[in-house]
């Protein structure tokens, strides 16, 4: 195992949270990872990196198949327009790189930077999976612990319908 992983494990284990994880080669799209993550079990996401034009932060957590209208995403979240942030600042403030930005990473936004927004289908399904902080691996949980993990990290989710946008 990563060095990266063990803290995400660890934090994990401590709440009580039961995972699986699947290792695979490294996955930059949705669309690259179709293939591998086909027969994992769950639903399957991405991750959106936003900044606002105020400075703002946010992490979006979709399934892989949902359409995020980022040009529209403001109006919903009460901000000013988002754009995609930059690498340098995903790893300052989420310990991530690009291509592993995951759920997991708001464990390393120890200030509440960023405001997790989760995708409302993502609750249709019994386990999700998302990067263990690197995207050479694949860690499915149940769904009902994503407001667990949150919430002991400190981040409140904003719970988003993305098909009534």
Known sequence: MSDIRRPLFDLLDKL??????????????????????APLPGGHTKNLFLKDKSGTLFLVCALGDTEIPVNQLHKQLGCKRLSFGKPDLMEEV??????????FAVMNDTENRVRLVLDKA???????????????????FATRDLQVFATATGHDPVILDFGAI
Do not use: R, W
């Not at 699947?22 to 293939?35: K, L, P, R, S, W």
């Not at 989420?94 to 759920?103: A, E, I």
């Not at 993502?122 to 499915?140: C, K, R």
């Open 16 to 37: 009580g949270i039961e995972f699986t994880t699947y290792e695979h080669e490294a996955i930059f799209t949705v669309e690259q990872g179709a293939d591998i993550k």
């Open 94 to 103: 989420l310990g991530v790189t690009p291509g592993s930005v995951t759920f």
């Open 122 to 140: 993502m609750f249709d399904h019994n386990l999700i999976n998302f990067h263990p902080l690197e995207n050479t691996a694949t860690t499915a």
